[in-house]
């Protein structure tokens, strides 16, 4: 029998238990593992809703298609967790590390990332509409084809980060640091990257319609094929950079 005793007392025994009996259900609706430490636990297809993991240490556990709606994770530790296509919408990871974890198509609307960690995650198809990443830490991180539509990004490191034809629209970038990120084919329709630093990045193809470029850096960028029309281009720095078709 799964119950949450077991799963404190011995990860090795609980993802044994699992393996043997793939068909059990795991209900650990609103349960509370603050502080737990479940490092490589098999939470595949659990029910966490409303969950607290504060401070949990969750490094290399396996979330896969889990339900972490609405859970508490601040602070929590998910270092190369593996979250793929699990719902994670409304869910709290302030301050949390989750640098190197698997996020492939993963339901992150509304979740709030405060200041959280995702250097180099993978976050592949990943919709992270409305979600709130301020000052969130993406150096590295692949979003190619994400959904990051209204997302709240105001001072977030995306320095070389990878949004090939990902959806900015109306997303705030407000001071964000963009430098040396792709941005290939990327839509941007009416974001705010007022006072972002986009210097060297990569924008080709990318739709800029109504875009808010206002004292932002756009030294030696590549933006050749890009869309500015209606773009706010007030003090832009645009020194070094491509401009044009092909």
Request: aromatic share 4%.
């Amino acid at each position: 029998m799964l119950d949450i005793e077991m799963l404190l007392r011995s990860v090795t025994e609980w993802n044994e238990t699992r393996r043997e009996n793939p068909g059990l259900e795991v209900d650990l609706r609103g349960v509370d593992l603050s502080r737990a430490c479940l490092h490589g636990a098999n939470l595949c297809n659990a029910n966490l809703q409303g969950a607290i993991l504060i401070e949990a240490n969750l490094s290399g556990a396996n979330f896969y298609r889990s339900d972490l709606s609405n859970a508490n994770l601040r602070r929590a530790i998910l270092y190369r967790a593996s979250l793929i296509k699990a719902n994670l919408s409304n869910a709290i990871f302030t301050e949390a590390i989750l640098d190197g974890a698997c996020l492939h198509r993963a339901d992150l609307s509304r979740t709030i990332l405060t200041e959280a960690n995702l250097r180099g995650a993978y976050l592949i198809e990943a919709n992270l509409s409305d979600a709130i990443l301020k000052g969130a830490i993406l150096h590295g991180a692949d979003f190619i084809e994400a959904n990051l539509q209204r997302a709240e990004l105001m001072d977030a490191n995306l320095h070389k980060a990878s949004l090939h034809w990902t959806n900015l629209n109306g997303a705030n970038l407000l001071r964000a640091n963009l430098m040396h990120a792709s941005l290939f084919g990327a839509s941007l329709k009416k974001a705010n990257l007022q006072k972002a630093n986009l210097h060297g990045a990569v924008l080709t193809e990318a739709d800029l319609t109504d875009a808010v470029l206002t004292d932002a850096d756009l030294s030696m960028a590549n933006l050749i094929g890009a869309n500015l029309n209606g773009a706010d281009v007030n003090n832009t720095n645009f020194e070094g950079s491509l401009l044009g078709n092909y």
